[in-house]
């Protein structure tokens, strides 16, 4: 029986890290087209943030040689972006054992699902078995970038939960408590960073995230796909 893994890979220096760390209140989970060689394109969903701001933190990417905005949907865009460097050249002289790295593109996966923050990527992936499993995590442990969230057989009931983290389920009661979410709103964001003592930036951005994993896990499976 497979498995199913959600594990963070805190590497500043995987694709669009660049991107999310200079754009912290928004969300960013990627996608990438492996059959396209060794410079598979990146699609990027972003939810939340300046545009303009997103667009800025594309154009200065050192690991990004062009992008394209190819829809929208009220708060999310949806981008193409070819790299400027193949994953050999991006992460070699970051990864002791780059060989490695290559043979995770022919293990027994799937990985569904890229999060990426301004340490990492969060990864959830489906594996054939623990062998394939343990090639990723081995991998990751042996450069110091794998810390494991979650991880059941296929098949097994989900764990309780929503998805959120521990840090963003507190930003979201908080800002429910303060009446962050009244109409018309009882507190600032401001009001919600103080309490939590956490900056406004992170304040926003765990927020953010919070709402998108809510929308993804409740309403967005049933949207239909962006008019492209």
């Not at 990027?44 to 190819?70: H, Q």
């Not at 999310?76 to 050999?88: D, H, I, K, N, V």
């Not at 764990?159 to 303060?178: F, I, K, S």
């Amino acid at each position: 029986m497979g498995l199913v893994a959600e594990f963070d890979i805190p590497c500043e220096h995987l694709p669009l890290v660049g991107v999310a760390a200079a754009v912290p209140e928004a969300a960013l989970t990627l996608e990438l087209q492996y059959n396209h060689g060794e410079r598979p394109p990146f699609l990027a969903t972003v939810t939340g943030g300046s545009p303009a701001a997103i667009e800025r933190a594309f154009d200065d990417a050192v690991d990004v040689a062009e992008w394209t905005l190819v829809g929208r949907a009220g708060d999310t865009r949806r981008y193409q972006a070819l790299p400027a460097l193949s994953f050999e050249e991006q992460l070699g002289p970051h990864l002791d054992d780059l060989e490695g790295l290559k043979a995770l593109a022919t293990a027994d996966a799937i990985i569904e699902r890229i999060d990426v923050t301004d340490e990492g990527w969060t990864q959830t992936g489906w594996f054939a078995d623990r062998a394939a499993f343990d090639a990723f995590r081995e991998f990751w442990q042996r450069n110091d970038c794998f810390r494991l969230r979650r991880l059941t057989r296929d098949g097994d009931p989900e764990p309780p939960g929503d998805g959120l983290t521990d840090p963003q389920r507190e930003a979201l009661r908080t800002a429910y408590e303060l009446g962050y979410f009244d109409v018309p709103r009882g507190a600032s964001l401001e009001d919600v960073a103080a309490e939590l003592d956490i900056s406004t930036s992170s304040a926003s951005e765990r927020l953010r995230r919070a709402q998108t994993q809510l929308l993804e896990e409740s309403v967005a499976t049933m949207w239909p796909p962006l008019h492209r």
